[in-house]
């Protein structure tokens, strides 16, 4: 079986007023552990008549430059929930190649709905859309008497590119990397209790399917 990372992806995603921005830069950087930033490629993939968005699939690759030259990956999310701005949803990843389509006969096949013809779907695959920003980073240990939480915080600021059209991304992520998941609401309550962040329930895989479809809609 080919080997591939995978976790139940626990996370609050929020949206932020762009006057606030240096506020909470300040703020983050005095209270946890800046990470360095970066410049992330994203693309979704799908077929042309929707197998994997229907069955609530997400398959994008990432691509990105760090201390070790350029990274890629490919990742498979599957259908999770969404509950007052908390993502939750399983998660796995692989390194990419070269080529720009991922390629799904990789994962373990147990993954998939009995229902999906995985190699069906695998051979008509095809870019949907783009989603290129700068990912600004902090890691925060957060613990009371009886439990810690491991969290990171993003701050993403670019776009979501599809048909010619785009639409900008500007919001803040809080992830649970390890430990009680209390840690991640009473980290988002302190943030946005400062800076005025609202919960955001939209992914920006869901932004970025709606801006696809609307731009390859006729116009009148």
């Known amino acids: 079986m080919t080997e ?13 007023r762009e006057a606030d921005v240096e506020a909470l830069l300040s703020f983050l950087d005095q209270h946890s552990q800046p990470q360095p930033t970066l410049h992330l490629s994203n693309a979704y993939f799908d077929t042309p008549s929707g197998d994997l968005h229907r069955l609530k699939i997400g398959c994008r690759t990432r691509r990105w430059r760090d201390s070790d030259g350029e ?6 999310k599957l259908a999770g929930s969404v509950v007052n701005g908390l993502h ?23 993954i998939w709905p009995s229902e999906l013809d995985v190699t069906a779907v695998n051979k008509a695959l095809m870019r949907m ?6 990912r600004r980073r902090w890691h925060w240990l957060w613990s009371n008497s009886e439990q810690h939480s491991n969290l990171e915080i ?9 048909g010619g059209e ?18 991640l609401f009473a980290v988002a309550k302190i943030l946005s209790t400062q800076f005025n962040l ?15 479809a609307r731009t390859a809609s006729p116009r009148h």
């Open 4 to 16: 591939q990372l995978s976790a139940t992806e626990s996370e609050l995603k929020f949206t932020l």
């Open 129 to 134: 859309f783009k989603v290129d920003f700068e």
């Open 154 to 162: 993003v701050l993403d600021q670019g776009f979501i590119l599809a």
């Open 71 to 76: 990274q890629a990956e490919q990742t498979i």
């Open 166 to 183: 785009q639409e900008r991304i500007f919001e803040v992520e809080i992830e649970l990397l390890d430990g009680a998941i209390d840690g």
């Open 88 to 110: 939750q949803r399983p998660e796995y990843n692989l390194p990419q190649e070269k080529q720009e389509n991922p390629d799904l006969t990789r994962f373990d096949s147990q």
């Open 198 to 212: 609202t919960e955001c329930n939209e992914s920006k895989a869901q932004r970025g399917f709606a801006l696809a």
